[in-house]
Nanobody, 122 residues
Framework: QVQLVESGGGLVQAGGSLRLSCAASGSIFGINDMGWYRQAPGKQRELVASISSDGSTNYAESTKGRFTISRENAKNTVLLQMNSLKPEDTAVYYC????????????????WGQGTQVTVSS
């Protein structure tokens, strides 16, 4: 009853830019934190950036100054602008949302998108 759908991944050369978008849909009362995580082959999933409902942001050290997270609350959407991309940014990127659902059992739940591949060539 709730879905997160990502778009915007792809192949880019080092130094290039990509913009990821994630839209939440379904029976939603509200969305708390939203964020982006990534998982490279053979590695654990890690936080890239997150944003709270009031707009406070948090970034991984490796992405500070290069990535910008933002959200459009009216559209239940979170965006990730990625600039100055490096080969080490190559991974599957997952959208996450902590969502107050509109169906029983009511309350907050964590949802994940299906993932979008980002590949940065050197």
């Amino acid at each position: 009853q709730v879905q997160l759908v990502e778009s915007g991944g792809g192949l880019v050369q080092a130094g290039g830019s990509l913009r990821l978008s994630c839209a939440a849909s379904g029976s939603i009362f509200g969305i708390n934190d939203m964020g982006w995580y990534r998982q490279a082959p053979g590695k654990q999933r890690e936080l890239v950036a997150s944003i709270s409902s009031d707009g406070s942001t948090n970034y991984a050290e490796s992405t500070k100054g290069r990535f910008t997270i933002s959200r459009e609350n009216a559209k239940n959407t979170v965006l990730l602008q990625m600039n100055s991309l490096k080969p080490e940014d190559t991974a599957v990127y997952y959208c996450h949302g902590n969502i107050r659902v509109g169906f029983p059992p009511f309350g907050r739940r964590d949802y994940w998108g299906q993932g979008t591949q980002v590949t940065v060539s050197s």
